[in-house]
């Protein structure tokens, strides 16, 4: 099937039927192991504090527009979930980057029919101050953009309805930035140059990112989506980035 008869729901499909591939299993592992221990942890702290949180959120809402009590509480619900499990999620993939960029990288050979590349220890820790640069340019390009929805969030009315909205897209395209970043990084494509080429196809990107978003809000699915989406971006690399930035070579 062509790259341009496939979008962002067929590579998110594609990461849950990839991640049992004999001989990618063992490194799914560590980033399935972090994703478990950060993301359960989180969530369980989360709940036990909503309680408290969302009357703190609705105290902001003006008197005149206390009629749509019922319309911005879940909106308000929804808002702190979104940012929260980004931002859980945006740990988890810190600390689990060597190890998921090696999940990309073997996976990478293996749907390319290359031949695997070593995967001890002594390259994860050759590679490491590149991977934690990278890590700190994706934190550099989400923040000031994170900050400005923040501050949209607290203009009454129009922030607690329209904020949550934009952060949902916002946090689709970090996603997909994320997760695709991988590959490309293996490859030492900047991130700059990986930046454009996802914005080619911005709208498979966000289906893509999307369905990732929305999983980290599901119980138990929010566990098992860090290895699933980077096998699913390493398969979107390889159909439809890798050619472009790596010269004439062989597809999938």
């Known amino acids: 099937m062509s790259s341009s008869e496939v979008n962002g729901v067929h590579y998110f499909a594609q990461g849950w039927k990839l991640i ?3 001989g990618i299993r063992r490194f799914v592992i560590i980033p399935l192991l972090v994703n478990i221990l950060l993301m359960g942890g989180a969530f369980w702290w989360l709940f036990s504090q909503l309680g408290q949180w969302i009357p703190a959120m609705m105290s902001h809402v003006p008197a005149w527009l206390r009629w749509l009590d019922y319309v911005i509480w879940p909106i308000a619900v929804v808002s702190i979930l979104l940012v929260f499990s980004f931002l859980f999620s945006t740990l988890a993939n810190l600390i689990a980057a060597p ?10 050979a293996r749907l390319t029919g290359k031949v695997l590349p070593d995967a001890g220890i002594w390259g994860i ?3 490491l101050p590149r991977i934690m640069k990278r890590e700190c340019q994706k934190l ?10 923040l501050i949209l969030h607290f203009i009454p009315g129009i922030g607690q309805t329209l904020a949550p909205v934009l952060w949902f897209f916002f946090s689709a395209w970090m996603l997909a930035i994320q997760y ?8 030492k494509v900047s991130f700059a140059d990986m930046r454009r080429s996802l914005g080619r196809h911005k709208i498979d990107n966000l289906q893509f990112g999307s369905l990732v978003s929305l999983c980290t809000l599901v119980p138990l699915l929010n566990l098992l989506i860090l290895p699933v989406a980077v096998c699913g971006a390493t398969a979107m690399w390889v159909d439809r980035y890798r050619n472009n930035h790596l010269g004439n070579v062989a597809g999938r």
Do not use: I, T, V
């Open 125 to 127: 820790m050759k590679d």
């Open 180 to 187: 695709c970043d991988y590959p490309f990084d293996n490859h």
């Open 20 to 22: 049992s591939l004999p």
């Open 99 to 108: 190890f998921s960029g090696l999940l990309a990288e073997q996976l990478e």
């Open 140 to 149: 550099g390009y989400y923040l000031p953009r994170a900050l400005l929805l």
